[in-house]
Antibody, heavy 122, light 110 residues
Framework: HLQLQESGPGLAKPSETLSLTCSVSGGSISSTTYYWGWIRQPPGKGLEWIGTIYYSGSTYYNPSLKSRVTISIDTSKSQFSLKLNSVTAADTAVYYC??????????????WGQGTLVTVSS | FMLTQPHSVSESPGKTVTISCTRSSGRIASNYVQWYQQRPGSSPSTVIYEDNQRPSGVPDRFSGSIDSSSNSASLTISGLKTEDEADYYCQSYESINLVVFGGGTKLTVL
């Protein structure tokens, strides 16, 4: 059973870059069976998909965030990372990393990190 | 496309409740639909995947279906328990591997 853990600063300043890392254990981040994703949830609101990465480095981003998002993967460290630049208060949210079991345009999120709250404030 | 869910539903313990998820464009059957349960303060967890499949450990009180005539998916929970009180999210895909979540439905068991 996969275990995922987010890490990174809980506070980001407006206009700066939010950076988070997800560490994967209990399975191989290089598995062809999984995609790796970031999802966020503003306080009191619903889930918003940010983006997905495959072990090969292929990435897929939410069109509404695409211009500000970069997701990368380091298979040697069993980690994948999120960078969101030019943040504003609207980016304040709990950020989850999750594993998606399945194929292209299919599958389900079968393991989630505990989530980490990132607040954007000066 | 968007996935539209009712904001909230409520029902009594022991009863059955159905939560809908309507796809705004494109066919609901084009891509599988998943359902996630999120209790307060917890990460989401899957209760239904691939339209109607239950992960191991999810009770058979949870079932999923799709209806092409209304272009929607549904999550049905029978024999409601107070522990089922949570937010429920449907999720599907654009054809180019883009993920779409519904806005979520708050289930109250009273």
């Amino acid at each position: 059973h996969l275990q995922l853990q987010e890490s990174g600063p809980g506070l980001a300043k407006p206009s700066e870059t939010l950076s988070l890392t997800c560490s994967v254990s209990g399975g191989s981040i290089s598995s062809t069976t999984y995609y790796w994703g970031w999802i966020r949830q503003p306080p009191g609101k619903g889930l918003e998909w940010i983006g997905t990465i495959y072990y090969s480095g292929s990435t897929y981003y939410n069109p509404s965030l695409k211009s500000r998002v970069t997701i990368s993967i380091d298979t040697s460290k069993s980690q994948f990372s999120l960078k969101l630049n030019s943040v504003t208060a609207a980016d304040t949210a709990v950020y989850y990393c999750a594993s998606r079991k399945g194929a292209y345009s299919s599958g389900w999120y079968d393991s989630w990190g505990q989530g980490t709250l990132v607040t954007v404030s000066s | 496309f968007m996935l539209t869910q009712p904001h909230s539903v409520s029902e009594s313990p022991g009863k059955t409740v159905t939560i809908s998820c309507t796809r705004s464009s494109g066919r609901i059957a084009s891509n599988y639909v998943q359902w996630y349960q999120q209790r307060p303060g917890s990460s989401p967890s899957t209760v239904i995947y691939e339209d109607n499949q239950r992960p191991s450990g999810v009770p058979d009180r949870f079932s999923g279906s799709i209806d092409s005539s209304s272009n929607s998916a549904s999550l049905t929970i029978s024999g409601l328990k107070t522990e089922d009180e949570a937010d429920y999210y449907c999720q599907s895909y654009e054809s180019i591997n883009l993920v779409v979540f519904g806005g979520g439905t708050k289930l109250t068991v009273l």
